[in-house]
T-cell receptor, first 110, second 110 residues
């Protein structure tokens, strides 16, 4: 079946780069997404990448996609305290439904 | 980008009662989706709301418990029926054209 895996926790010092990794199983995925969820808030779509791309950059965010290994990563440059949140990796499956990972809780150290 | 409005944003309900959640989109969309996020968990797809036909439910979810309406291309409702404390979750609607989500409805069943 379809599955999206990501580590549950990540701690990073303020000012350093954060790299959140994700693996997925559905090779037919068309889009892959990164969402941010702050405490008590809904989901915010941070960025997405089409499956025929291998990189996408948007200001402090860089998404890398290794389609052969089914590996997706999100790099946040110059991590700030406001980046503290849960980050969800997600993919669209062949039925156009979004399948989510369990989320990575990013903790910023002073 | 689509703007998705959900209401209510939160509610506290008695067990055994039902709650209907509304989702309004500012543009016409073909597919609308309903997700559940249980406390501390990732998102799980409940069903796909199809305009003009019955909703398509994922494994583990049934129409009697989660009836869905989709009267037109900009609106859908999800009802959580005969609620129990296990139904306490955030319920979110999404439009897959751009993978955006509403802010969610935080439901607490007491």
């Amino acid at each position: 079946g379809e599955d999206v895996e990501q580590s549950l926790f990540l701690s990073v010092r303020e000012g350093d780069s954060s790299v959140i990794n994700c693996t997925y199983t559905d090779s037919s995925s068309t889009y892959l997404y990164w969402y941010k969820q702050e405490p008590g808030a809904g989901l915010q779509l941070l960025t997405y990448i089409f499956s025929n791309m291998d990189m996408k950059q948007d200001q402090r965010l860089t998404v890398l996609l290794n389609k052969k290994d089914k590996h997706l990563s999100l790099r946040i440059a110059d991590t700030q305290t406001g980046d503290s949140a849960i980050y969800f990796c997600a993919e669209t499956n062949r039925d156009d439904k979004i399948i989510f990972g369990k989320g990575t809780r990013l903790h910023i150290l002073p | 980008s689509a703007v998705i409005s959900q209401k209510p944003s939160r509610d506290i309900c008695q067990r055994g009662t039902s709650l209907t959640i509304q989702c309004q989109v500012d543009s016409q969309v073909t597919m609308m989706f309903w997700y559940r996020q249980q406390p501390g968990q990732s998102l799980t797809l409940i069903a796909t709301a199809n305009q003009g036909s019955e909703a398509t439910y994922e494994s583990g979810f049934v129409i009697d418990k989660f009836p869905i309406s989709r009267p037109n291309l900009t609106f859908s409702t999800l009802t959580v029926s005969n609620m129990s404390p296990e139904d306490s979750s955030i319920y979110l609607c999404s439009v897959n054209t751009e993978a955006f989500f509403g802010q969610g409805t935080r439901l607490t069943v007491v």
